[in-house]
């Protein structure tokens, strides 16, 4: 089975820090990943944790705990063009299926 | 990079009539592929997994018999929405992955209206 939580909802200015949460709980957990999604088009690939810890790739970084089932996705230097929604997404290891949680929508203000 | 191309991009049906996706890996093999559906303002909800040369396995809830998949070669999968419904009317959207990479490619999506 599978369960997921991230906040649904962040609004933040140009230029600032933005950390969406997720916990889960996922049987035969693999990895965590991250997709953003903008409105009306199809999810786009940021970021993946397979170990504990940092991964950084250019504004965005995503950090993984397997021991509290806990991930983050950052977003540094907040642009227009990041309004969108952020999906964490488990990767699990039976079937390499990768399922989503409900998704952050985040607006960036002027 | 990986590109999976995904058609048709938006496609209206009458009720009762079958339309079919196609979802396509353009530079790499690929022997899974996966279909999403996705409702307005809501998450992906994967519906089933296509695999290359055998069944498709599909999620609880999600109904074989209506939602068709065949994966016949490595670089092509396709969905078939039979009988189709005014509340099939959603956002469909397939993704693969190639095997030394932990990122999934998606399609574009096919926005499907059923009347």
């Known amino acids: 089975g599978q369960s997921l939580e991230q906040p649904s909802e962040v609004t933040a200015v140009e230029g600032a820090i933005v950390q969406i949460n997720c916990t889960y709980q996922?049987?035969?957990?693999?990895?965590l990943s991250w997709y953003q999604q903008h409105d009306g088009g199809a999810p786009t690939f940021l970021s993946y944790n397979g170990l504990d810890g940092l991964e950084e790739t250019g504004r965005f970084s995503s950090f993984l705990s397997r021991s509290d089932s806990y991930g983050y996705l950052l977003l540094q230097e907040l642009q227009m063009k990041d309004s969108a929604s952020y999906f964490c997404?488990?990767?699990?290891?039976?079937?390499?299926?990768?399922?989503f949680g409900g998704g952050t929508r985040v607006l960036v203000k002027p | 990079g990986a590109v999976v191309s995904q058609h048709p991009s938006r496609v209206i049906c009458k009720s009762g009539t079958s339309v079919k996706i196609e979802c396509r890996s353009l530079?790499?093999?690929?022997?899974?592929m996966f279909w999403y559906r996705q409702f307005p303002k809501q998450s992906l909800m994967l519906m089933a997994t296509s695999n290359e040369g055998s069944k498709a396995t599909y999620e609880q809830g999600v109904e074989k018999d209506k939602f068709l998949i065949n994966h016949a070669s490595l670089t092509l999968s396709t969905l078939t929405v039979t009988s189709a419904h005014p509340e099939d009317s959603s956002f469909y959207i397939c993704?693969?992955?190639?095997?030394?990479?932990?990122?999934?490619?998606f399609g574009s999506g096919t926005r499907l209206t059923v009347v």
């Open positions: 993704s693969a992955s190639e095997e030394e990479h932990y990122g999934y490619t």
């Open positions: 997404a488990p990767r699990r290891a039976a079937g390499n299926k990768l399922t």
């Open positions: 996922t049987s035969g957990f693999y990895g």
């Open positions: 530079d790499f093999q690929a022997t899974t």
